[in-house]
């Protein structure tokens, strides 16, 4: 597991809900930035295997993990969990003291981020709406992208705790803006792995050697993250990289649900989507989102 440096700020009291293959890596750069660590999963044995790794201790709910905290950070799967984890009988705002702030990182919709808001206002507690981006080796090396809603004095203190994992930590707007901020980089990625999927299998059936013209596109106009990380793996069909189809859809599902709401026009995501659906159809549903190309092939 990569270690970024950190400058040190005073150890504080936190709590991470949710060890995933996000929540896990996150949450053991909390512990090795000096901070005491409380860590809660619903699957124990995860939780369990962190602690024996990472020290800290291990809650056997939101609501104990919380408990004493100043800060809460969770990331857990969808809106549900986040509800249950949250504002539930064991969840973790019954558990917070006055003045904690909970920093939310899972991708979830924009109105939850503010009924929860309103919900943790409502007791004398702090929400920021967090979404990340820069997947499972972001969250490895501490390099995290962290689009964030909310409340300004919030985010600053939030702030120098977070940045144990993320390169960069920005306040977007109120809350509902990182989970807003996270749609719009979903649908550039889904538009943008289509368009690499349909280059690259357009190349190989000319014949050329793909992993060649991509180096040479990779110093042009076309280079992107996904052109440089993913576009080799693409060619040698291997899609096992992070973040899988079925979460994908999960994500496009909220800006579709949101553009319905707001009356943008999305065709490209609209159509992505649909393709995506063919991909999990397919059994690819764990693969990583590059697998779209799989349909041209």
């Not at 576009?231 to 599902?253: C, H, I, Q, S």
């Amino acid at each position: 597991m990569g270690v970024r440096p950190y400058d040190p700020i005073d150890p504080a009291h936190v709590a991470f809900i949710g060890l995933g293959v996000m929540g896990h890596p996150m949450a053991a750069h909390l512990a090795r930035a000096g901070h005491r660590v409380t860590v809660y999963n619903r699957s124990r044995a995860k939780a369990e295997a962190w602690v024996a790794e990472h020290g800290g201790t291990l809650a056997a709910t939101a609501r104990e993990a919380a408990s004493g905290a100043t800060f809460v950070f969770a990331c857990v799967g969808n809106d549900d969990d986040l509800r249950e984890v949250t504002v539930g009988a064991d969840g973790a705002f019954a558990g917070m003291a006055v003045g904690s702030v909970f920093v939310d990182h899972t991708t979830a919709s924009a109105s939850l981020a503010r009924e929860l808001s309103a919900a943790a206002v409502s007791r004398g507690l702090q929400f920021i709406d967090a979404p990340v981006s820069g997947g499972n080796l972001g969250a490895l090396n501490g390099s995290l992208t962290v689009m964030c809603g909310g409340d300004a004095q919030a985010f600053a203190r939030a702030r120098p705790i977070a940045m144990a994992y993320a390169k960069a930590f920005t306040l977007l707007g109120a809350s509902g803006a990182g989970q807003l901020a996270k749609m719009v980089n979903q649908v550039a990625i889904a538009g943008l792995l289509q368009g690499l999927s349909e280059a690259i299998a357009f190349g190989e059936r000319a014949g050329l050697d793909m992993k060649a013209v991509l180096g040479v596109l990779g110093k042009g106009a076309a280079q992107s993250w996904q052109m440089d990380q993913r576009g080799p793996t693409m060619v040698d069909g291997e899609f096992d990289f992070g973040f899988a189809v079925d979460w994908m859809r999960k994500d496009l599902g909220l800006v579709l649900n949101e553009a319905g709401r707001n009356g943008a026009q999305l065709p490209v995501t609209e159509l992505v989507d649909r393709f995506y659906a063919e991909v999990q159809a397919a059994g690819g549903g764990r693969c990583d989102t590059s697998s779209l190309i799989k349909r041209l092939r």
